[in-house]
């Protein structure tokens, strides 16, 4: 069964460092989303792409995350420089059709501990 | 504001129990409602519900959702210790794009 891949699984990082997250979608979805869960909540979205482009980003903060799609498959998520209070899961999904009710599909996230 | 809310927040059972765990939500452009179950890892996808009133069945897990009253149940029949998760609701939205609006969970613990 295809899957969502992510990496690394963990990260330990000293703040004000940079950090990157990496995500593989199942071949052939369109839609790819970021999402950031701090414990005890619901993931919340970041980022959503279709295909290679940016179609919200409106809670992503921009002036330390950014993200990228380049070619519309793998996506990076980068945050510069890390907070304390970036200390999270990330997880990405993806979906195959953009704008319709396909179900998300979510890789295993990328744990992130800020000191 | 889109909000989805989820209760009990937290919920300890012993197996062969049975439990609804409940979800509203406030959401503009509705679609669709969905369930997710998250043990130590990423949300594993469980039922998509968008139409009132008809059960979704798999094994011991149904949901239902009433569009109306802005609701959903999940039902878990007895209940395994490997049913211990956080049960997430989520609420897919968006007149364009589609997104989904996270509830904050609810923890069931199983007890043997």
């Known amino acids: 069964e295809a899957e969502v891949a992510q990496s690394p699984r963990y990260k330990i990082t000293e703040k004000s460092q940079a950090v990157a997250f990496w995500c593989d979608p199942i071949?052939?979805?369109?839609?790819l989303y970021w999402y950031r869960q701090i414990l005890g909540q619901g993931p919340e979205l970041l980022v959503q792409f279709q295909d290679e482009s940016v179609v919200d980003d409106s809670q992503l903060p921009k002036d330390r995350f950014s993200a990228e799609r380049l070619k519309g498959v793998d996506s990076t998520l980068k945050i510069q420089p890390a907070e304390l209070g970036d200390s999270a899961m990330y997880l990405c999904?993806?979906?195959?059709?953009?704008?319709?009710?396909?179900?998300?599909?979510f890789g295993p996230g990328t744990r992130l501990t800020v000191l | 504001e889109d909000k989805v809310v989820q209760s009990p927040l937290s919920l300890v059972v012993h197996e062969g129990d049975t439990v609804t765990l409940n979800c509203s939500y406030e959401v503009t452009n509705f679609r669709s409602l969905l369930w997710y179950k998250q043990e130590k890892k990423a949300p594993t996808f469980l039922f998509m519900l968008t139409s009132s009133g008809i059960e979704k069945k798999s094994g011991r897990l149904s949901s239902i959702l009433d569009k109306k009253e802005l609701f959903s149940i999940l039902n878990i029949t007895a209940t395994q210790t490997g049913d211990s998760a956080v049960y997430l609701c989520a609420v897919g939205n968006g007149a364009g794009s589609y997104q989904l609006t996270f509830g904050k969970g609810t923890k069931l613990s199983v007890i043997p």
């Open positions: 999904a993806s979906s195959a059709n953009w704008g319709t009710s396909d179900t998300q599909y």
């Open positions: 071949s052939g979805h369109a839609t």
